[in-house]
């Protein structure tokens, strides 16, 4: 399992600090901004932020501009410095199907290749660390399979591989989860937990699902309409009120389950009665 | 040798489980190479008997010992080989790789399997340049009389293949309405050759009729010499950015997230396949059909890793073109048919057969 992957050399913590932040879309007078006054405290290795708010609220926005793929105003500093990091972010974008007529093993190996700027030759040490990923996620079987074969779920742990293979310091997650069944769900999240940990990486991850974040974060960050709500420990941020000024829902949150993990209830639209319910709430329940 | 023999022999340090998923792809890897071998030496067969058509047939030693040793062999089978069927051959086998490489990446950087230079009008374009220097007198720049055609045809098809980049850059254009633009050109370029033969002169029509046709006949050494070191370059530059090729049919937003310059690399690459598309072209008319199945074969072979897609791409094209030479000198004896003719009527009954069989495995378009 996680052990059988060569541990990367102890380097010092990675961080992680965003100051100012933001992105436009479109140009000049007509620029748009999609995100502005992004500021957070240092995140650090090991650590798994969940990065949560309302569809279309700036997260794969951040993400984007946290790997260096949008320019914009603020700066974000990885170890402490502004200037490009020699490991780049490593950002998963949500989950696209793909037509390449590429088996997953190449699909894995490829990633760890390019982040290598490698030669064609294919060392051990390269499949060593592909055939660790694989067996990481438990998709060893289909390493042979194609691309275009695999559904969103087994599409979405292969883009994780590709992740991994990557050695990253940095692990940007956007909605990795999203096509997963639920036993799968919690798995991943696990795993990434116990990554972040073990291979001091700085996770952020993009969820929708309060109660994963709930679950699985050492720190929550709250955005809405491309701005700043909030950022802490998830038991001090995920309350009633920031959920109903945030998603527009009422909701409760109970301080602890079987596993002492608190867990939000949502008990319905804070808009009034027939008002839509707000998209992005996947756990909706009505109250009873 | 005992399969025990076999692994006491192993290299400890290099002995795989056998079921390990590493030894899988090392096969996988082999498999391929074995497979571009054998896409070589089709080639190299096919090169051989395009040398012994022709109205006077040699044999095969004939013709090696022409080729090894050219001062022991008779005048007459030297010249035929070296002065007429040679270039000719060697030709087919440059213009069939340019052809099918630039397909495959015109495939890759747009994302569609439609993608090659005759649907996306490079070679409609080509035809209209070299028929305004064939009706009309005009050079597009001044040129040669030689070598008015093949510029004029070389200055359209590059100005198609640039206007079809620059479209492709604006923001919110899909790599669908880019193929889409592309078949606009051409309806336009056809239209557009359509009205020059109304107006051309009955000379000058059977001149643009036979360019249209696509014919390696009027192969020189120099011609040759400038389609293969356009080879000779885009191919290497291709082949280094192999994996960041292959990354782009990942998605766009995950070969950025590898850490590509996506803007960058379609423009370069879309500069670099303008030029193989347009050279071949610009000296043997336009032959359809190769730089689009060329690329479909290699990747029903041997998948889109692009280390083995590129040169098997190459070689898939320069074989089927190299065939189809054969093919136009024998089916009438003593008459060489235009050469695209051919590559469509051998090439639509095999690439159909191969779509037919192949398992869902390497059918994914």
Redesign the interface.
Known sequence: MVTSMPKPAPTSRPTLELSGVGVHYGRGAQAVPALSGITTPAFRGGEVVAVIGPNGAGKSTLFRRIAGLLGGPGAVRVNGSEERPARRPCYLPQDTAVAAVLTVYESVLLARKQERRGAWAVEDADLAIVDAALDDLGIEDLAFRNLAELSGGQRQLVSIAQMLVREPQILLLDEPTSALDLHRQIEVLTLVRRLAQERNICVLLAVHDLNQALRVADRVLVIAGGRLVAVGAPEAVITPALLEDVYGVRARVESGGADGIPYVIVEGSARGAGAPVPAGVPFLRAAE | MTGAALTAVRDPR?ALPPN???A???A??RRKLALLAGLAVLLVASFLVDLMTGPARYAVSEVVRALAAPDSVPAALRVVIWEIRLPVALMAIAVGAALAVAGAQMQTIL?NPLASPFTLGISAAASFGAALALVLGVAIVPAALDYMVPLNAFLAAASAALLIHTLSQRRGVSTETVVLLGIALVFTFNALLSLLQFVASEQALGAVVFWTMGSLTKTTWPKLAVTAAVLAVCLPLF?CR???L??L???E??A?????DVRRLRLETMLLVSLLAAVPVSFVGTIGFIGLVGPHIA??LI???Q?FFLPASALAGAALLSASSVVSKSLIPGLTFPISIVTALIGVPFFFSLILSTT???R??
């Open positions: 290099t390990s998923k590493r899988e792809y090392r996988l890897a994302n082949m192999a994996w960041a292959t990354a049919r990942l998605g937003d995950k950025a997230s590898f850490g590509i990747r029903m998948g889109e890793d280390r869902r495995r390497w994914s378009w």
